[in-house]
């Protein structure tokens, strides 16, 4: 009986993953933007039930955990990065019970769920700022306050330094009601919360413990380089940066004042420390992953040091920012060494290759080698966060200005927006070939659904024999196998266009992966990179889709045939 009843709780353990203290380390995680998922309702905004519709489709695809851009009560300016209640569901999302039956939907499909969650601000709408902006305490110190400098020629009131927003233009707004300028590092409906009151930082712990009663299995931090700001207030040094389009935009600026100051690490700390109390009283392993600084030394900080763990793994952004970039097989070898040779011993690596703010992986190296990055970020040591979309390879959206929804694009002006706008790689999931790419039932889309919709989108690529969709199924189920979660790794340029590695553990199925940067077909010999003593003979795990080799198929590891831009996955 007693035997009976423990192997039933080392199966549900092994189903549900809940003891696994190693879990988030190897995890695949699937980023979801809520407004372009599914739309039930047909108002054309995505919504909560139809994330629960879409479980089926992400358990399909082999991912783990959930990240969910925020579903909290918004005035949507930032499309809620603006929070106006860190309690309440926006209704344009649904209502608690959606949430519970999506919560309950994601742990039944044994997958797990992760909260966007943003310490930095608020929108102006929440009662915080609301009371604080009247001056009633104790809100009235919730928010970065300061006096004006006096009035200028034209009669305004100057504000208190040049500091400037991340979506172009001062980073101080006046209120009149309460005789000061309010610091709003992004929008000016998202003023800036003040952690020199300690009130504030309590407050946020408390969100956190929260949601952890709730059940998520924790939370991805936005934008934590900013939470604190130097004390002086003193103006910014002008960047000089000869690519920087407008002397109002953030990078006219280097940010010594508004970013990456000394407190941002302790507030992280505060943060971990409920989730640490929590994880010690529940024995459950909650994540905290966390946007980045821009300075690698920086960003690794955030990991923690010797004695104090504080985020289990701040984004790592080389990959969109270098392999997008490189042309030749030593590129792609710097932008995957430049983090694992920075990182701690002992911490987790981890690869982005896509997000809500950057355009789309498809659209920025093309379609056959964005597969190809899939392959390599997939099977490299880490965890794995991958943006919904990218797994039929959707492409961005033109966006006309008239069309902009994006604050950072309706900033940046008419000219400039393209540049700006966030809007191009936020536009409706394509499912299939129907109206809408069969995103909504309604008779319009907040952004318009990409004009590719007929050839790519879920339906068609589940269909075929090779697509997109199939080798990211595939590079999935290849992170679950022990030599990926746990084996060694070692990565060679094999020549100047083709770069390789292995992932190996004694007495398991061992995968190299295999990827040329160049244009044309090449034919590689990787015997003497891995295999000096004995040449092995593999078989194709997942290949481009253009790929002259294809599943199944047995190769010598003598004679590896690659497309253009194209990559394969072996098993030896
Ligand atoms: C983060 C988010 C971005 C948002 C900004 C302000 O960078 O990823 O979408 O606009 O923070 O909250």
């Known amino acids: 009986m007693f035997l009976k009843l423990f192997l039933a709780s080392v199966l549900a353990a092994s189903v549900f993953g809940q003891d696994d203290p190693n879990w988030y380390k190897t995890a695949t995680y699937y980023q979801v933007y809520p407004r372009s998922l599914k739309d039930t309702n047909g108002d054309g905004i995505g919504d909560l039930k139809g994330i629960t519709q879409s479980i089926p489709f992400m358990k399909s695809l082999g991912v783990d955990c959930i990240w969910l851009s925020p579903i909290y009560k918004s005035p949507m300016k930032d499309f809620g990065y603006d929070i106006a209640d860190f309690y309440s569901i926006d209704p344009i999302f649904g209502t608690w019970e959606d949430f519970e039956e999506l919560l309950a939907t994601i742990k039944a499909a044994g997958l797990r ?5 943003i310490p930095n601000h608020t929108s102006n709408e929440h009662e915080w700022f ?3 902006v009247q001056g009633q305490q104790p809100y009235a110190d919730y928010y970065v ?3 004006s400098k006096g009035i200028d020629a034209n009669g305004s009131q100057i504000p208190p330094n040049n500091w400037l ?3 172009a233009g001062s980073a101080w707004e006046w209120r009149e009601e309460r005789q000061m300028f309010y610091l709003h590092q992004f929008t000016v409906e998202q003023p800036d919360l003040d952690y020199r009151s300690p009130l504030v930082l309590a407050e946020m712990q408390n969100v956190f413990r929260f949601w952890l009663q709730k059940g998520v299995d924790g939370f991805r931090i936005d934008a934590p380089a900013h939470i604190w700001e130097h004390e002086d207030f003193l103006d910014e ?3 000089n940066d000869p690519n920087c389009p407008a002397p109002d935009q953030f990078c006219a600026l280097n940010h010594t004042y508004v970013k990456d100051q000394e407190q941002v690490y302790d507030i992280l700390y505060a943060f971990r420390t409920v989730v640490d109390e929590f994880e010690a009283s529940t024995g459950e392993i909650k994540v905290l992953m966390s946007e980045a600084s821009g300075e690698l030394d920086l960003t690794m900080r955030y990991y923690g040091n010797e004695t104090h763990n504080i985020i289990h793994f701040p984004f790592n952004f080389y990959l969109i920012w270098e392999i997008s970039n490189a042309t030749d097989a030593r590129g792609v070898e710097a932008a995957i060494r430049h983090w694992l040779d920075a990182m701690p011993v002992g911490r987790t690596a981890n690869y982005v290759l896509g997000n809500h703010d950057n355009g789309r992986l498809a659209s920025r190296v093309g379609a056959d080698f964005a597969m190809t990055n899939q392959m390599i970020a997939f099977l490299l040591p880490g965890a794995m966060i991958s943006y919904m979309g990218e797994e039929i390879n959707m492409e961005n959206t033109f966006i006309t200005w008239a069309q902009t929804q994006d604050p950072q694009g309706c900033n940046a002006g008419p000219d400039l927006y393209q540049r700006f706008s966030r809007d191009p790689q936020r ?5 299939d070939d129907s109206n809408f790419a069969g995103f909504t039932n309604g008779s319009n889309t907040w952004l318009p659904v990409n ?11 589940q269909a075929a024999l090779y697509s997109p969709l199939k080798i990211y199924q595939r590079l999935a189920e290849a992170r679950k196998s022990a030599a990926v979660k746990n084996g060694s790794f070692d990565l060679r340029v094999v020549n100047d266009d083709v770069i390789a590695f292995t992932r190996v553990l004694t007495g398991e199925i061992n995968f190299l992966v295999v990827a040329n940067t160049a244009y044309e077909a090449r034919t590689v010999n990787v015997d003497a990179t891995f295999f000096p003593l004995l040449p092995i003979k593999a078989t194709v795990f997942t290949a481009s889709v253009d790929s002259p080799i294809q599943q199944g198929d047995s190769v010598f590891t003598s004679v590896i045939d690659l497309a253009p831009r194209g990559g394969v996955v072996l098993t030896f």
């Open 451 to 461: 004009e590719n919709y007929l050839q790519v989108n879920v339906a068609a690529q």
């Open 165 to 167: 927003s991340a979506f």
């Open 130 to 132: 609301i009371k604080s």
């Open 427 to 431: 536009t409706p999931f394509q499912w």
């Open 113 to 117: 769920l992760l909260m966007d969650l």
């Open 145 to 147: 306050w300061k006096p």
């Open 237 to 239: 040094p002008p960047s």
